[in-house]
């Protein structure tokens, strides 16, 4: 074998390698998963809502906010995203208004995220589902 054989060999098995290893859930990069790029923009969208010169951009991304937020308005644990992302209230006191424990607030916040990620990264889910 020559040596250009055996680098591209060894670039191969390392390419294949690193793919089964990120589908394993063994390697991560640097970047931000879907889930996570949502709640920093919950967090901040009261802000972006509020700013009354608003870029083109920002206004676009207020009405995709609103409009996936509109999917799941009438969950009845809707308004734990609110009371969480937007309020910065605690579990204990969404829990507290919600008369349940913190662990069925956080179980219905996630699946209200899973709701979500799709309706505004679906390319990032659609990426983190194949690699």
Do not use: W
């Amino acid at each position: 074998m020559t040596e250009k054989e055996i680098e591209k060999m060894i670039d191969k098995t390392v390419n294949e390698t690193v793919i089964k290893l990120k589908m394993a859930g063994l390697m991560k990069d640097n970047r931000k998963t879907a889930t996570e790029k949502l709640e920093e923009l919950l967090r901040n969208f009261p802000t972006f809502k509020a700013v009354s010169d608003r870029r083109e951009e920002t206004a676009k991304l207020v009405t995709q906010v609103e409009q996936a937020l509109a999917t799941i308005k009438n969950d009845p644990y809707y308004e734990c995203i609110e009371m969480f992302y937007f309020e910065n209230q605690t579990r204990d006191a969404i829990a507290a208004y919600f008369r349940t424990t913190p662990t069925t607030i956080s179980r219905n916040k996630t699946r209200l995220l899973k709701e979500l990620t799709p309706r505004l990264f679906s390319s990032d889910v659609i990426f983190e589902i194949f690699l």
